[in-house]
Structures are given as C-alpha cells and as structure tokens.
C-alpha cells in the first residue's frame, strides 16, 4: 500500500483481556518496527523485524507481549492479560534495509490501546 | 538518565516567529540525527535526516548537529499556524535496529 496501514485505529478492552493489534507495512519494506507511545512521551522500541524472524525483541517489556510476521509482510502485536499500565498508543512502522547508515522509518497513525 | 532528553514545552510562537527546538543526549556513539513531526491522533513523520555534524537545510527548516556538545537544534522561519504539532528528536548509530526518541516538544504557532 501507500503507507503503513494499523488497525484497529482505536481499541478498549478490560484489564486481563487478550489484544491482539495489526500492521501492514509499506509494500517492499523488508524491516518492520513496533514502538509504544505513552501519553506525553516520545515513541518507545519494543520489537523490529527482518523479514520473517524478530531480530531484535529486547524492548518487550514482559513476556505477556509477543509480536509475529509469519511470511514477511503483515506483523501482528498480541498483547496477553493485559494491564492499565498498557494504555498507549502501539505504532508500526517500516523500512527499506539500507546498504549502509540508518534506517529511515516510515510510521503508522497507530493504534491506541485504553485498558479499563 | 535517559539517552536523550527534550524539553517538552509546551511552546507557543506567534505566526513568522523562528522557533528553535533542541535536544542533547549523551551516547556518542548516535551518528544520524532526525526530526520528526507528529500531528495529533497521526502517527510521527520525517522532517529532516542529517548525518554527523553541520547544518542541513530544507525551505523554511534547518537542522544542526554539534557533535562536541551532544546538542542538536531544528529550526523554523517564518512559522505557520500548520506548523502546529509536537517535534520529536531521533537518533541513531550505524547498524542500530531502532531509533531513541526525545520526549518531543509541542509547538502552538498562533494566528
């Protein structure tokens, strides 16, 4: 597509349920980013994809949060019983992989998470 | 402390004012430095991508690296209500698999 794609935009559930939040990269962006973006703060890292495989998870912050790409494009971000403090807003974004020097992200509008 | 710190304002101009907005951080191994704009309820977009240290400018904004001093500025002339929004810093080093964010500071240019 044009852009990075999130659904859903807006998302409420009750503490200790299941979420799960998609992502649709820009077509031909090998690397995938999810970052969380509390209220008043800038974008988080939590976990970047290379095609497939996760290559870098260290900013999950528990093992309740996984996220998955099982063939390369779309990214699913599964959030397990979840709490108050997981109220943010879940953004994705892509990236082409440069030969050299950093990667130029392009994000997504997000998907914001209340928890009550 | 965090690895890079931004005041985060909130900071209101009037309309043709030249804003400055800066962040410092503290790992000298961050190489590419970015400024990103984020509307409200968007998600963050790319202003500016400058490499090292120097100036690099694009229209009505500059950005400026001092790699010495670990501080970076973006600058706006000529500011318009449309630039309206919160700027976030963003850095990086060769090879990095993610960006570190400044907290970002919101911008109110007033008619």
């Known amino acids: 597509g044009a852009g990075v794609s999130q659904t859903p935009s807006n998302k409420v559930t009750e503490k200790g349920k299941y979420v799960e939040l998609r992502c649709d990269p820009i077509?031909?962006?090998?690397?995938l980013y999810w970052y969380r973006q509390s209220l008043g703060q800038g974008p988080e890292f939590l976990i970047y994809?290379?095609?497939?495989?996760?290559?870098?998870d260290s900013g999950l912050p528990n093992d309740r949060f996984f996220a998955v790409r099982p063939e390369g494009s779309v990214s699913t971000l599964k959030i397990q019983r979840t709490e108050r403090g997981d109220s943010a807003v879940y953004l994705c974004?892509?990236?082409?992989?440069?030969?050299?020097?950093?990667?130029?992200?392009?994000f997504g509008a997000g998907s914001r998470l209340t928890v009550l | 402390q965090k690895e890079v710190e931004q005041d985060p304002g909130p900071l209101s101009v009037p309309e043709g004012a030249i804003v400055s907005l800066n962040c410092t951080y503290s790992?000298?191994?961050?190489?590419?430095f970015m400024w990103y704009r984020q509307y409200s309820r968007k998600g963050p977009e790319l202003l500016m991508y400058?490499?090292?240290?120097g100036n690099k400018e694009d229209g009505r904004f500059t950005a400026q690296v001092d790699k010495s001093s670990k501080y970076i500025s973006l600058f706006i002339r000529d500011s318009q209500p449309s630039d309206s929004a919160t700027y976030l810093c963003?850095?990086?080093?060769?090879?990095?698999?993610?960006?570190?964010f400044g907290t970002g500071t919101r911008l109110t240019v007033i008619p």
């Open positions: 974004a892509s990236s082409l992989t440069p030969e050299s020097g950093a990667n130029v992200l392009t």
């Open positions: 077509s031909g962006h090998t690397a």
């Open positions: 994809f290379q095609g497939t495989g996760a290559a870098d």
């Open positions: 790992n000298s191994a961050f190489q590419y």
């Open positions: 400058t490499y090292s240290s």
């Open positions: 963003a850095m990086s080093w060769t090879g990095a698999n993610n960006l570190f």
